[in-house]
């Protein structure tokens, strides 16, 4: 079985790795500027060429890239903006930050992503102002973005794409996050691009809508000390740059050992009565979780703890279920059945570049024992 997955050494990969990064650390310590330094500037640029894009604004968290970007276009007081329910709570934590109102709409059961349909429902009976869409791409892959962007365009919304979970992903030989007004991305450090502890950025093709996110980032400065707009302080460090530079260079190869692993675990799991990742046609997975479903996920997860595996679940309580937001979020007329169908199943297996061939064999029999256990 290890043949089939491809793999450097991890001991080697990883201590060049760490090489580099040292290296890096010792040239910000060196050179002795730590905020916005040629470090960032250039992080910047090689982000931007990465995903296809003309402009790329290093921010302090993934939450604050989704805060800036709906600045940057204008949201808040009174608008709303449609986001599902099946995520990290940032995305919806970040429209209210901005001032906005949440609107939660169904997912696709296969994807687990924004359904079109149900967004097209949400379109045609709003609450409100519909400002903005936020898609988000989870486990890493790609939401529908043509329906999406067909549906933004028609009703005069705003896109912005959630890319916390899919550095390197792609749709149709497009970067995810080359196809909406704006992205977000964090660099949390177990996101597939992951920094030594918070950092973001915001990516753009317009010229002027970077230009705010810079410009809102720091105190709405155009000059140093002088605000022109009311901006906070949301800044990407020269440390956690140099790192995230090194690491660029090495996320299309963890991907690619991401996606090894998710195509074995397919191989090894495909008899079993568990419902594995769907692929969404003419996109590229990069596997930031391997999800399954299984209508014995508790049990399953309770036997695979006691065999030594760590699962996790992403995530058991929609938005809409928790008592920070029950009760008083709005609700897309289609409802939230598939959401909360997943939060009830999902179950995500290890999954990351440096897990070994004999880990990947060792999860796979036990999932098999489990499952045979739990018939």
Known sequence: MSDAIPQTDPRAAYLALRAGIDAAMARVAQGGRYILGEEVAAFEREFAAYIGVRHAVG?????DALVLALRAIGVGAGDYVATVAHTAVATVAAIELAGARPLLVDIEPQTYTLDPAALAQALAAPPGRIAAIIPVHLYGQPADLGAILALARRHGARVIEDCAQCHGAALKDRRAGSFG?????????????????????????DDALARCVRELREYGWRERYVSAIPGLNSRLDELQAAVLRVKLGALDRDNARRAAIAETYDRGLADLPLTLPARRA????????????????????????????????????????????????VVAPSGLVETERAARAVLSLPIYPQLADAAVVRVISAVRDCAVRLV
């Open 59 to 63: 921010v302090a968290s993934g939450t």
């Open 181 to 205: 007004d704006l992205a977000a991305f964090s660099f949390y450090p177990t996101k597939n691009l992951g920094a030594l502890g918070d950092g973001g950025m915001v990516v753009a093709g």
């Open 282 to 329: 003419e996109a590229t997975h990069v596997f930031h979780q391997y999800v399954v479903r299984s209508p014995a996920r508790d049990a399953l997860r309770a036997v695979l703890g006691d065999s030594g595996i760590g699962t996790n679940i992403h995530y058991p309580v929609p938005v809409h279920l928790q008592p920070a937001y029950e009760g008083r979020v």
